[in-house]
C-alpha cells in the first residue's frame, strides 16, 4: 500500500498534487510520501512485536535526512555500510547505539569514526577486518562489539547481482568456518562477541530462502553456545521484495515474515535485529518526469523524457521494472500504444521500458514512476552534466524540498584547475 492515488483525475501524494509540486520545482524530481514511510516501518515493528527487537532501516535505500528523522522518530535504528553513512545518521539524531555498521571493507578509519562516536555492533565480515578493528579498538581503549556475518549458501532467488548469501558471493563467512572464527574472535581481547549476522539478498519474493538460512543460524547459534560463546543477539539482515508492479502477485508481508522468525529463531530467547530498506523506502517514493518529444521511429514510437539513467540507474543497471503512470488519469476507455520510454542521455542504454502500454501522451504531459523510493537517488550521479534532481517530502497537505537541484555554476564550480592551465 502507498499514499499515491488518483483524486478527480490527477494523481496525488497524500493529499498534494503532483502537479503542483512539479510547477513548484520543475522536473525531474523524487517525491515521498511521510505516511508511507511511517506505515512500513510499523509494519516490521509490529511484526515481531512480542519479541527483544530492533529494527534498524538499511540507509543504502535512500539517505536523505528527512527520511532518517522521520524513521528516527518512531524508533528505527541505522544500518550503515561507510562511514558516510554513519555521519548521515548521526546528522538526523540517531544515536550510537541504534546504529549497525555492515560492510565488507570497513576501514580502519571508519571504525575509529564509529568506535568514538559511538555504535550498537559492527556485523565483522573477514578475518583480516576482525584483526584490524581489534587493533583499532585497543588502540583506543574501548572493545567493539561484534556480529559475524556468516554466508549460509542459500540462493536467494533474486538478481545475481542483488544476491549476497551464496559460497561465491563476496560476504560473510563460509558456514562452514563459523566455529574457527568465532574462537579467534572470543581470544581478541578488543572484541566483544555477541552474535550471529546474515543476510542474503536483497527483493526476496519469497520466504522459502530465509527459512533455509534462519534454520541455519538456529543450529549455528546452539553450537556456538556449547561452545561458550554468549551469543544473544542475531541480526537477520534485511531483503523482503515489494512488487513493483501491480500485476504481479505480492510478496510476502511483514507480518509472514516475522512468523517465520518467531518459528525458526523465538525459541532461541535472542534479540532479533532487521534491517529492511526496500520495503520501508520503496513503494514510498516515486519519480515524476516530463514528457519533452513524442518521436516515431522504425516501426515504434518512444516518449523520450527529461528524467534519464542518471536519475533512476536500476532499469539500466538491473533491467528493473518499474510501473510508470501518467499523472493525469486517462479516461475509462483510452485505448492504449505500445511507446519505447527513454531519456535524453547519449546512450542506447538510457532505456526505462520498451513497448510499454500507455496511453496517448503528448509534449508537456507529465508521467510517474511508481515504487521509485528506494536505490533511486541514491544511485543517482551528474552524468552528461546533468543537475542531481531534486527530492521533495510530502506530509499530509503540505511539502518540501529535501535536497535542491543545484546550478550549472554550482556543479562547474566544484572542479579545480591546476595553476598551470
Excluded at 572484541?191 to 549476522?197: E, P
Aim: charged residues 20%; hydrophobic residues 45%.
Amino acid at each position: 500500500m502507498d499514499h499515491f492515488l488518483y483524486r478527480d483525475g490527477a494523481l496525488y501524494a497524500e493529499d498534494v498534487p503532483l502537479a503542483e509540486i512539479a510547477a513548484s520545482v520543475g522536473t525531474p524530481f523524487y517525491v515521498y510520501s511521510t505516511a508511507t514511510l511511517e506505515r512500513h516501518y510499523r509494519l516490521f515493528d509490529e511484526a515481531l512485536e512480542g519479541m527483544d527487537h530492533l529494527v534498524c532501516y538499511a540507509m543504502k535505500a535512500a539517505s536523505n535526512q528527512a527520511i532518517l528523522k522521520t524513521l528516527a522518530a518512531l524508533g528505527a535504528g541505522m544500518d550503515v555500510v561507510s562511514g558516510g553513512e554513519y555521519l548521515r545518521a548521526k546528522a538526523a539524531g540517531v544515536p550510537g547505539d541504534r546504529i549497525v555498521f555492515s560492510g565488507i571493507g570497513k576501514t580502519t578509519d571508519e571504525m575509529r569514526l564509529a568506535l568514538e562516536g559511538g555504535i550498537r555492533q559492527f556485523n565483522v565480515e573477514s578475518e583480516p577486518e576482525m584483526i584490524a578493528l581489534n587493533a583499532a579498538a585497543l588502540d583506543l581503549g574501548v572493545r567493539a562489539p561484534i556480529t559475524v556475518r556468516v554466508n549460509p549458501d542459500v540462493d536467494a532467488k533474486t538478481h545475481a547481482k542483488i544476491a549476497t548469501g551464496k559460497s561465491e558471493n563476496k560476504f560473510g563467512i563460509p558456514i562452514a568456518r563459523a566455529r574457527a572464527v568465532y574462537a579467534q574472535a572470543a581470544a581478541l581481547p578488543g572484541l566483544d562477541v555477541i552474535g550471529i549476522d546474515v543476510h542474503i539478498g536483497s527483493q526476496l519474493t519469497e520466504l522459502a530462502p530465509f527459512a533455509l538460512a534462519y534454520a541455519k543460524v538456529a543450529e549455528l547459534t546452539e553450537t556456538l553456545r556449547a561452545d561458550g560463546h554468549d551469543i544473544r543477539r542475531l541480526d537477520l539482515g534485511g531483503g523482503l521484495g515489494i512488487p513493483y508492479t501491480r500485476s504481479n502477485s505480492a510478496p510476502p508481508l511483514p507480518t509472514e515474515y516475522g512468523a517465520l522468525i518467531r518459528d525458526t529463531l523465538g525459541h532461541l530467547g535472542c534479540e532479533i535485529e532487521i534491517e529492511p530498506g526496500r520495503l520501508v523506502a520503496g513503494n514510498a517514493g516515486l519519480l515524476v518526469s516530463e514528457v519533452i518529444y513524442v518521436k516515431s521511429g522504425e516501426g515504434r514510437d518512444f516518449l523520450i523524457l527529461d528524467a534519464a539513467m542518471n536519475d533512476l540507474i536500476r532499469p539500466a543497471m538491473y533491467d528493473a521494472w518499474h510501473d510508470i503512470v501518467p499523472v493525469i488519469e486517462p479516461e475509462a476507455g483510452t485505448e492504449q500504444q505500445p511507446y519505447d520510454i527513454v531519456g535524453p542521455v547519449c546512450e542506447s542504454g538510457d532505456t526505462f521500458a520498451k513497448q510499454r502500454m500507455m496511453p496517448p501522451l503528448v509534449a508537456g504531459d507529465l508521467v510517474a514512476f511508481r515504487s521509485a523510493g528506494a536505490y533511486g537517488a541514491v544511485m543517482s550521479s551528474e552524468y552528461n552534466t546533468r543537475p542531481m534532481i531534486p527530492e521533495v517530502l510530502v506530509h499530509e497537505h503540505q511539502f518540501a524540498v529535501i535536497r535542491a537541484r543545484p546550478t550549472f555554476d554550482e556543479m562547474i564550480n566544484r572542479d579545480t584547475i591546476p595553476e598551470w592551465l
